[in-house]
């Protein structure tokens, strides 16, 4: 694979194609390829052993022009200054695209959590979360879950800004632990949006899900959700692949027998059912119905793109596509249903939940899956009809198009202040 794309260019990029479509002058547009702020802070953290260790932290905030900013928190030895600056980008016109009122926000600590003990890994998320205090709150700035963390960070966070604002305020964070105030159907949203955008863009393509070949790159909470949801819809899941390596077998697999093979070993690897093992590459230019990324941003570049023979991709990973992969395979004629809405069932239960800690009135799964399938279906039928209606070159541009033209409304509505 070619030298990694930088994602906040990525963004950039995108946002420049989108443009082509639309009638919006270059100066607010130039105002939409930037973040407001980030913060790039130091926590130093002491260790079991007694020493202290010293861990960059950052969070970006893109945009706040729809309301408080909102998105996930990463632990990854690859985070960086730019690659939250990109993800929070991307949250401003996911939200946008789904029409929930949100800007965009992302952060992440640099460290890999497999090294460090539970109750180091606590230290270090409640520093983290003294240094946000002054930049979150249900009305400012409201984190999640994202690579490497869950409940249990989440339900420190919350602890840490109640107990030094001296408050309850469970809406502080989201992806919480239910009896924490988190939602139910929290966990599956980001694989249901999944699910939900593949059947849709079955049915727009008078395709059959019943029957089709699927590969799954990343097999994280999105990736292995998406397979067994897609899989109860009929398909053929053949391939799934983790950090390990990548699984294969022509008949298909049961994803939860994948799962409880990888709870059990840590990986997918080894699975006993598995005619073949090879690598994540190889995943990704199978000869398959549905492709559906879900691993990390840059999977699929523009050399790697030229080998890629699904004919239908679902993006659950953020930004797993380069722009040159996006063109080679508009070329061959390869539908890409984007990340920003594919993947957008996390943020919209989160604002599910969000909205329940504020009204303390819970809803029952049922409900957030319905409202769910709503809210994807809507943005996915707006999606569609403005790729029709623009001659966007594929489906990322348009549904650029539909999210950067809610928040341009939403700046020109409020003004410019001073």
């Known amino acids: 694979m070619s030298e990694q794309a930088n994602p906040f260019e990525s963004l950039q990029e995108q946002i420049d194609d989108a443009s082509a479509y639309m009638d919006v002058s270059d100066d607010v547009l130039e105002r939409l390829k930037h973040p407001e702020r980030v913060l790039e802070t130091n926590l130093s953290v002491e260790m079991d052993d007694g020493s202290v260790e010293v861990f960059k932290a950052f969070r970006s905030q893109f945009n706040g022009d729809r309301g408080p900013y909102k998105g996930g928190i990463r632990y990854h030895p690859g985070v960086s ?28 600590i640099v460290i890999d959590p497999d090294d460090y003990s539970e109750s180091e890994l606590e230290r270090i998320t409640r520093s ?7 930049f979150v709150g249900e009305d400012r700035d409201i984190p999640a879950p994202d690579v490497n963390t869950g409940q249990r960070e989440m339900n ?3 602890d840490t800004y109640e107990t ?28 249901r949006s999944t699910m939900l955008t593949a059947r849709e863009a079955f049915d727009y393509l008078d395709r059959e899900m019943e029957g ?8 994280g909470n ?47 690897s ?23 990324p879900a691993a990390l941003e840059n999977a699929i570049d523009g050399d790697l793109a030229g080998d890629v023979k699904a004919d239908v991709v679902v993006e659950a990973a953020n930004g797993p596509l380069t722009p040159e992969a996006d063109d080679v395979l508009a070329d061959s004629d390869t539908y890409v249903f984007p990340d920003i809405l594919t993947n957008a069932g996390g943020v919209t239960v989160s604002y599910f939940e969000w909205v329940q800690n504020r009204q303390r009135f819970y809803w029952t799964e049922e409900r957030v899956n319905e409202e769910l399938e709503r809210i994807i279906t809507d943005a996915f ?3 569609v009809e403005t790729y029709e209606e623009t001659g966007a070159p594929n489906m990322r541009t348009a549904a650029y198009v539909v999210a950067i033209q809610r928040v341009v409304d939403a700046y020109e509505e409020s003004g410019n202040w001073p």
């Open 212 to 219: 089709a070949s699927v590969a799954v790159q990343g097999y």
């Open 381 to 383: 039928d707006e999606l």
């Open 128 to 134: 983290f979360a003294k240094e946000l205090r002054p």
């Open 156 to 158: 420190w966070i919350k």
């Open 222 to 268: 999105a990736g292995w959700i998406a397979a067994k949801l897609i899989h109860e819809l009929g398909a053929n899941v053949v391939a799934v692949s983790d950090s390990s390596g990548a699984i294969y077998n022509d008949d298909g697999f049961d994803p939860r027998d994948v799962k409880d093979h990888k709870n059990e070993t840590g990986s997918v």
């Open 270 to 292: 080894g699975y006993p059912g598995a005619d073949e093992e090879f690598s994540n590459d190889d995943l990704l230019t199978l000869d398959v119905d549905l492709l559906v």
């Open 164 to 191: 030094l604002e001296n408050t309850t305020e469970p809406g502080v964070i989201t992806g919480k632990a239910l009896d924490s105030g988190g939602s139910e159907g929290r966990v599956e949203a980001t694989g």
């Open 81 to 108: 200054r730019d690659e939250v600056k990109a993800l929070s980008g991307w949250m401003v016109y996911k939200t946008a695209i789904v029409d929930i009122p949100y800007g965009g926000g992302k952060g992440g």
